[in-house]
């Protein structure tokens, strides 16, 4: 028998930035590569690629300066290839490997499939280039799931882009338009990851409620409730015109749905929600959660604001700063209007950016005052914890609440995998403390 020479595997690093789809995005991209394993280290790696976010203009900026870091690499391993991925890629394409010539691939959302070519083309020494937004589905070409363990908690992509062109956002631009992968795949890809050791998924949408694949978002999460060894399931983000009865109803339904909603609503003035083409107004949203809350009345709300939009009055961000009084947040993320090319609201008078800070730091502390409230009530209450990891001091084990809190559990007998009741003990402002029960 002649004996086989195998070349040692090459070194793939990944840094993600943005959103959770480029962590599913990136983990897809990893399994298409092959030949390669992962490192946690640049200065070791074979091929870096930067997944990249757009949203706002300090994401797509980093992504420059990290790549004048990395290019001093190269002249210490040559065989050192760098691709850029994500929306980055797709909104800039070329322009990336003209203002950084280190730069060998770029690729954008809907190519990843093509990915494996792309490699075998720039190993080559040649570069690589692709932002279409091909025919083809690209979850059809991506291969099966690996079969390696996996942390108990995942997330899984069921729709991706959005046709709803919000008047400050890029992702219509570059995820492009709504689609739907079949259920039936989504199903399959739930029992792979559960045999691998998941117990929770949050399914994953750009306009994750407007999922289509021959069920509705309801109907889908029904289905996956009926995946043995599946225990929890969440989804996000949702936009609030495409809340369905149906799906206010799973929220009763079905047990394994979790009791928390990520439902943003960017501004609570009608006059500004009219300017952002959002086409709901800050009352219906408000009814919107009230129905939600009539069915699931311990639902953990959360959601994402914007301030300073352009034309943004004092009067307009009071109305914002009322909502979200109003709701209550569990968890809310609020951003600095940031200009980006080619979106409407690019071209409307833009707020004073010194007036937009102070308003971002009056929010935030609202916000912050609201989510550390929410916190302390859990103190004295039984909650339910996925153990996620060991904790940091001995005996500690690390987990999420149905509500989605960290909790620390002190003493724990409970290992990694399982779901676990709990007593809170403590709030932080960032996570509780619990001991089982
Ligand atoms: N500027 C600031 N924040 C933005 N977001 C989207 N586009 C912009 C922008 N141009 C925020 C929205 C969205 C979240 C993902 O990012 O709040 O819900
Ligand atoms: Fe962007 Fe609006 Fe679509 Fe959300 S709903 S991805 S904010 S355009």
Same mark, same amino acid.
Request: net charge negative.
């Given at each position: 028998?002649?004996?086989?020479?195998?070349?040692p595997?090459?070194?793939?690093?990944?840094?993600?930035?943005?959103? %959770?789809?480029?962590?599913?995005?990136?983990?897809?991209?990893? *399994?298409?590569?092959?030949?390669?394993?992962?490192?946690?280290?640049? =200065?070791? !790696?074979?091929?870096i690629?930067?997944?990249?976010?757009?949203?706002?203009?300090?994401?797509?900026?980093?992504?420059?300066?990290?790549?004048?870091r990395?290019k001093p690499?190269? *002249?210490?391993?040559? =065989?050192?290839?760098i691709g850029?991925?994500?929306?980055v890629a797709?909104? &800039?394409?070329?322009e990336?490997?003209?203002?950084?010539?280190?730069?060998?691939?770029v690729?954008?959302?809907? $190519?990843?499939?093509?990915?494996?070519q792309?490699e075998?083309r720039?190993?080559k020494?040649?570069?690589?280039?692709? @932002?279409?937004?091909?025919?083809?589905d690209?979850?059809?070409?991506?291969?099966?799931?690996?079969?390696?363990q996996?942390?108990?908690?995942?997330?899984?992509t069921?729709?991706?882009?959005?046709d709803?062109?919000c008047?400050?956002?890029?992702?219509?631009?570059?995820?492009?338009?709504?689609?739907?992968?079949?259920? =039936?795949k989504?199903?399959?890809?739930?029992?792979e990851?559960?045999?691998?050791?998941?117990?929770?998924?949050t399914?994953l949408? %750009?306009?994750?409620?407007?999922?289509h694949?021959g069920?509705?978002?309801?109907?889908?999460?029904?289905?996956?409730?009926?995946v043995d060894?599946? &225990? /929890?399931?969440?989804?996000?983000? $949702?936009?609030?015109?495409?809340?369905d009865?149906?799906?206010i109803? !799973?929220?009763?339904?079905?047990?394994?749905?979790?009791p928390?909603?990520?439902?943003?609503? %960017?501004?609570g $003035?009608?006059?500004?929600?009219?300017?952002?083409?959002?086409?709901?107004t !800050? *009352?219906?949203?408000?009814?919107?959660?009230?129905? +939600?809350?009539?069915?699931r009345p311990?639902i953990m709300?959360?959601?994402?604001? +914007?301030v300073?939009?352009?034309e943004?009055? &004092?009067? =307009?961000?009071?109305? @914002?700063?009322?909502l979200? !009084?109003?709701?209550?947040y569990?968890?809310?993320?609020?951003?600095?209007? $940031?200009?980006r090319?080619?979106?409407?609201?690019?071209? /409307?008078?833009?707020?004073?950016?010194?007036?937009?800070?102070?308003?971002?730091?009056?929010?935030?502390?609202?916000?912050?005052?609201?989510?550390?409230a929410?916190? *302390?009530?859990m103190?004295?209450?039984?909650?339910?914890?996925?153990v &996620?990891?060991?904790?940091?001091?001995?005996?500690?084990?690390?987990?999420?609440?149905?509500?989605?809190?960290?909790?620390?559990?002190?003493n724990?007998?409970?290992?990694?995998?399982?779901?676990?009741?709990?007593?809170?003990?403590?709030?932080? @402002?960032?996570s509780?403390?619990?001991?089982? +029960?």
């Amino acid at each position: 028998m002649s004996e086989i020479k195998l070349e040692p595997p090459k070194k793939l690093f990944i840094k993600t930035y943005g959103c %959770q789809m480029n962590v599913y995005d990136s983990e897809r991209m990893a *399994e298409s590569l092959e030949g390669y394993v992962q490192t946690d280290r640049a =200065d070791d !790696a074979d091929m870096i690629l930067l997944n990249t976010c757009h949203i706002r203009e300090k994401a797509a900026e980093k992504v420059y300066s990290e790549l004048g870091r990395l290019k001093p690499l190269k *002249e210490l391993n040559p =065989d050192l290839k760098i691709g850029v991925t994500g929306c980055v890629a797709q909104a &800039e394409g070329a322009e990336i490997m003209r203002r950084q010539p280190a730069v060998d691939l770029v690729v954008g959302p809907q $190519s990843y499939h093509r990915l494996p070519q792309m490699e075998a083309r720039v190993r080559k020494g040649l570069t690589a280039l692709d @932002t279409d937004f091909p025919e083809e589905d690209k979850f059809e070409h991506l291969k099966g799931r690996k079969k390696m363990q996996r942390a108990p908690a995942a997330f899984l992509t069921v729709q991706e882009g959005c046709d709803k062109f919000c008047a400050f956002c890029v992702v219509p631009y570059t995820r492009g338009a709504e689609v739907s992968r079949p259920a =039936d795949k989504i199903i399959r890809e739930a029992q792979e990851l559960v045999e691998r050791g998941v117990r929770e998924v949050t399914l994953l949408g %750009q306009n994750v409620n407007a999922y289509h694949g021959g069920m509705t978002l309801a109907e889908l999460i029904r289905a996956l409730g009926r995946v043995d060894g599946l &225990e /929890r399931i969440r989804y996000t983000t $949702s936009h609030p015109n495409d809340m369905d009865d149906d799906l206010i109803a !799973a929220h009763a339904d079905t047990p394994k749905l979790m009791p928390y909603l990520h439902l943003p609503v %960017q501004s609570g $003035s009608d006059r500004i929600l009219k300017r952002m083409n959002r086409s709901h107004t !800050a *009352e219906s949203y408000l009814r919107l959660i009230e129905r +939600i809350r009539a069915v699931r009345p311990d639902i953990m709300m959360s959601g994402d604001f +914007i301030v300073g939009f352009p034309e943004e009055t &004092e009067a =307009d961000f009071q109305a @914002t700063m009322d909502l979200v !009084a109003q709701v209550n947040y569990g968890y809310a993320y609020s951003f600095k209007y $940031s200009t980006r090319p080619g979106t409407p609201a690019s071209e /409307r008078p833009q707020v004073d950016p010194v007036e937009a800070d102070e308003r971002l730091q009056r929010l935030q502390a609202l916000i912050s005052r609201q989510q550390y409230a929410i916190q *302390e009530s859990m103190v004295g209450r039984d909650l339910s914890v996925l153990v &996620e990891k060991a904790g940091r001091n001995a005996g500690q084990m690390l987990g999420k609440s149905e509500y989605l809190h960290s909790v620390h559990i002190d003493n724990a007998t409970a290992q990694i995998g399982d779901v676990v009741r709990v007593r809170c003990t403590r709030a932080m @402002t960032n996570s509780l403390t619990a001991v089982e +029960i």
